[in-house]
């Protein structure tokens, strides 16, 4: 069945720990996403990539990277972790047009 | 830039009643789509409806249904016979490149 998994589900990391946080579906889908969805639940796009090798930052600010090898896998990594990078981080694809967004399940990140 | 508002933090219901869920979006674009999703309790987001801004017909899908008000920028979700599976978070959502999220209504649903 096509879908699209985020792992771990959850995560909890020291401060100064590099963290990668995995995304991969199967839907073969040239569009990828990742969202914060901060405590209010509010989603903010950190970044999102049209396809292989091509990557951009999205509307807030953030300290993470990521990476798009093959379609369908499309990781974020925090080099450094820090108590502020305390969030829930999903990860959505989506083919183009009218189409929304099928999202993963998320990865719950705590950071002490 | 395009916005969405959805200017309920929390609504509940009785079980089996009807609630309306409110958004309204800016834009100064013509072609769009918008969306409602669903987050329950630490779980996956999932797409309830979809509306395309040409269409005048308003979208239905089983006991979910929007009012779509183009002129007045105004995309309401109504959930008709509700039941406790409905309780979550609720987005609206536009899209014309990227999707747009609203801050999102807490749903309660009461026996």
């Known amino acids: 069945e096509a879908d699209i998994y985020q792992t771990p589900r959850y995560l909890v990391i020291g401060t100064g720990k590099k963290i990668t946080l995995e995304c991969s579906q199967t839907?073969?889908?040239?569009?990828m996403y990742w969202y914060q969805q901060d405590p209010g639940m509010e989603l903010h796009l950190i970044h999102y990539s049209y396809g292989v090798n091509s990557t951009e930052k999205g509307d807030l600010s953030s300290e993470s990277t990521v990476s798009r090898i093959r379609t369908e896998h499309f990781p974020l990594t925090l080099e450094s972790a820090r108590p502020s990078h305390t969030s829930q981080y999903l990860c959505?694809?989506?083919?183009?047009?009218?189409?929304?967004?099928?999202f993963g399940s998320g990865t719950r990140l705590t950071v002490v | 830039a395009q916005t969405v508002t959805q200017s309920q933090p929390e609504m509940s219901v009785q079980e089996a009643e009807t609630v309306t869920l409110s958004c309204t979006y800016d834009?100064?674009?013509?072609?769009?789509?918008l969306f409602w999703y669903k987050q329950p309790p630490s779980r996956q987001m999932i797409l309830v409806i979809r509306q395309e801004a040409y269409k005048q017909q308003n979208a239905t899908e089983n006991r979910f249904s929007v009012n779509f008000q183009k002129a007045a920028k105004s995309f309401s979700l109504k959930i008709s016979d509700s039941q406790l599976g409905d309780a979550a978070m609720y987005f609206c959502?536009?899209?014309?490149?990227?999707?747009?999220f609203g801050t999102g209504t807490r749903l309660q649903v009461f026996p």
């Open positions: 834009t100064s674009e013509s072609d769009y789509y």
């Open positions: 839907m073969g889908h040239d569009k």
């Open positions: 959505a694809s989506s083919e183009g047009g009218n189409y929304g967004y099928t």
């Open positions: 959502a536009y899209r014309s490149v990227k999707l747009i």
